[in-house]
């Protein structure tokens, strides 16, 4: 069976970018319950957008997990773990309820055919959709074995792949980190909240 080119239904929705939805469902809810792998930092109480024209990435990886916020809350991640990466046209955009009302703040880069860049990049996102390839992709691997540097807990469910490949992503998350992140031709301005990256 090949798993080359993963094109869904619903505009290309992928969750966890493979496997049918009843499965992932069961196994995140089974990995967060048993105390899967947190994100490493408390998160804010808002979740941001992310979008790429193309995301190319190698030592992939993703499992279930937590991202805590300062208020102790637990919110369900997938963890994804990217060796390094190319996106370009890339897009962030966050909302915050302010007492002036409503206030975004949208972040561009990676236009004009030079590509944003991370190394040892991870994302704690809630939904992704998009057309993917992988190189070499292994579904339901123990997530304490995976290629990457950051591992999932010991009996939980996890795939790994040599190469990713992301064409027109929409990403929901809670957060990302990166040891190195380029932001080629960077642009950052305040919104009033209606303009997102989606």
């Known amino acids: 069976m090949k798993f080359r080119k993963l094109t869904g239904t619903h505009a ?9 939805v009843a499965v992932v469902s069961t196994v995140l809810m089974a990995g967060v319950a048993n105390g899967a792998v947190p994100v490493s930092f408390a998160v804010s109480g808002s979740q941001f957008q992310i979008s790429a024209s193309q995301l190319d990435g190698t ?5 279930a997990g937590v991202a805590p916020d300062t208020a ?10 990217i060796a390094s990466a190319n996106l370009s046209d890339l897009c962030q955009s966050v ?8 206030v975004g703040l949208l972040i561009t880069a990676g236009g004009n055919g030079k590509p944003a860049s991370a190394t040892d990049l991870q ?9 993917a390839d992988f190189g070499n992709i292994r579904i339901g691997v123990d997530a304490s074995t995976v290629n990457t540097a950051h591992k999932g807990g010991a009996g939980d469910f996890a795939q790994d792949a040599d190469t990713v490949k992301i064409k027109n992503l929409q990403q929901t998350a809670w957060s990302t980190q990166a040891s190195v992140f380029t932001l080629t031709g960077m642009h950052v301005q305040l919104t009033d909240g209606a303009k997102g990256c989606f």
Do not use: C
């Not at 290309?12 to 049918?20: C, E, K, N, T």
């Not at 915050?96 to 409503?102: E, I, L, Q, V, Y």
């Not at 994302?123 to 998009?130: E, H, Q, S, Y």
């Open 123 to 131: 994302i704690g996102m809630t939904d992704l959709k998009g057309d």
């Open 72 to 81: 102790g809350k637990n919110h369900q991640v997938a963890i994804a773990n």
């Open 12 to 20: 290309g929705r992928i969750v966890l970018a493979a496997v049918p």
């Open 59 to 63: 030592g992939f990886s993703q499992y």
């Open 95 to 102: 909302v915050t309820d302010t007492p002036m009302g409503k």
